[in-house]
């Protein structure tokens, strides 16, 4: 797989007679090593071992309903008391990071209301801090650690 624009973490990895699996320290298991997945698995280890966020309080590839459509976010942090901190959007490397992926984040936060947003393909990461009042994104520089 690509190198990416994150830290070296290390994954563990199996060969099946499916392909290269690699295995998500969330959801317990191997999973397909697909581009996107290759992404989601270092936004994963980023979050937890370099920003500190509790491996207990994230989510990955859930269903949601947006409009009476059944769309899927890629990864979820949860504050302690239950409320959405952070909605993260992965795309595979080769994906270009554009207003539609913005768009799409943006559809699945009404109905999720997260305070921070993050939109990564590996290579290019943004962050955003939502104002909910406004309707509104801020960029930042970084996402912000977790501090509870």
Known sequence: MRQLNFSKFDFRFKNTEK???????????????????????HTVHFLITTKGYPKSLINLEKQLHVNGIAKRYDLLVFNPDGSILLLVECKAPEIQVDQKTFDQIAIYNKRLNATYLMVTNGLQHYYCQMDHKAEKYTFLKEIPDFSR
């Open 19 to 41: 392909g290269i699996q690699i295995f998500d320290i969330i959801r317990k298991k191997f999973v397909m090593l697909q581009p996107e997945e290759w992404v989601r698995q």
